[in-house]
């Protein structure tokens, strides 16, 4: 399995590393240079970095951009934006951040709920979040009356190399009692500063045993994967939280755990899961779906289509349990282009609500001065052409909101009665 991995990641990172699918991308250096001459006075350079913001739409984003807008809100900036803004006494910098999120707005489609303007500091933490990305320790738990209660470790976090486990019991950090400096300093001691190393000695969950680790805060990728109890034998839900560049390994080797155990059926449940790079789904569906077909594609307007072909994978990875999909108007993005697709090949039954009708391709552009604009710069396809709806993806049989408590078990006792062959 671990060679499996190996393969998905290495052909991962080939097809990241097409432009169209960069998850970030630099502007260009036509846009830089439209900055680089330094304006007479404040408006003049407002009005340039507005230009860097248009140049970047124009060139990138997935509908028409046209110059008559951007003058028109040229002309609402100068009448009102401004003077307001001024009036609330805010500094310079606020007044060009803000001002380019209004114009971005201002800009984008009415149905385009992704595409925004972040200043620098937020953007970095935008960007990680995109990635599935974290820094930290990894470790979360609750304060006991022996010490803090470890509930869990992130599986690729500096923490778990060193030995941490769930149900561990961590006694001191850096040197003082955990009963003694309370649980909100305990939380922040586990989020300190990249690169920094916090000394923790725990007791083992099995055997009670003493251990000393200083596990660094560092950057990874999260686990997006977790199974979740059904209530009914031989029926496995895997919940998805998020896709990112290593949730298909996170969903192998909950596969490689299900496989000698012979399911009847399988539930993957995307609620809430606001979706992250396509070519996480691209990767997951080939567990599911024949190997070397079209998977979808993605067209945007100034640049060429795009295929996803499924990955070629060994047979004895190839799984044909029954499947259902939970979804709701929270599904998004990637977790809605896996399930459309499913649900269109007739692989898996969708349960739930419609989804956010957000099957789009995104990528981020860096500014010059260190602000990021997210923006929507491709709309997804099925195989025979047809674009994915914005209205989202609709379920096979609809449940209302009021249910979402009993989807999971409703849906493990339909495919048990679909496996015993009790209905179609």
Known sequence: ??????????????????????AGANVSTSNKTATSAKPKNLRDQYLAYFEEVYKIMEENYYFDIKRADFDRFIKTFDEKIYKNLLLEGKSNDYVRWRSAAYLVDFMKQPDDKFSKFWPPKPAETFKKEVYGQKIDLGITGHLMEAGFQVDFVEPRSDAFELGLRENDLIVQIDGEEAIKIGEAKIQDKLVPLEGAKVKIDYLDAVARAPHVISPASKEYFKQTVFLKPTG?????????????????????????????????????????????????????????????????????????????????????????????????????????????????????????????????????????????????????????GRPFPFDGVKPNEYIPDDKKDELVTMSAKYLFLKAEGRIK
């Open 1 to 22: 399995m671990k060679l499996l991995y190996s393969f998905l990641l290495i052909l991962f990172v080939i097809l990241f590393s097409c432009p169209v699918f960069a």
């Open 232 to 384: 009914i034998q031989d029926i496995y839900c895997a919940e998805i939280q998020k896709f990112n560049r290593l949730t298909n390994e996170d969903m192998g080797r909950y596969l490689e755990y299900m496989a000698p155990r012979h399911p009847k059926g399988l539930i993957l449940d995307l609620r809430g899961n606001p979706g992250g790079p396509p070519l996480a789904a691209l990767l997951i569906s080939a567990f599911f779906l024949p190997n070397d077909e079209l998977f979808a594609y993605f067209e945007g307007r100034h640049k060429p289509r795009s295929e996803l072909l499924i990955p070629r994978l060994p047979a004895s990875f190839n799984f044909d349990w029954p499947l259902a999909i939970l979804v709701n108007k929270d599904s998004g993005s990637a977790s809605e282009l896996f399930t459309g697709i499913m649900q269109d090949r007739k692989r898996a039954i969708v349960i739930g609500q419609d989804t956010a009708g957000q099957v789009l391709l995104k990528s981020i552009f860096d500014m010059s001065d260190g602000s990021s604009l997210a923006m929507v710069v491709a709309r997804g396809h099925f195989p025979d």
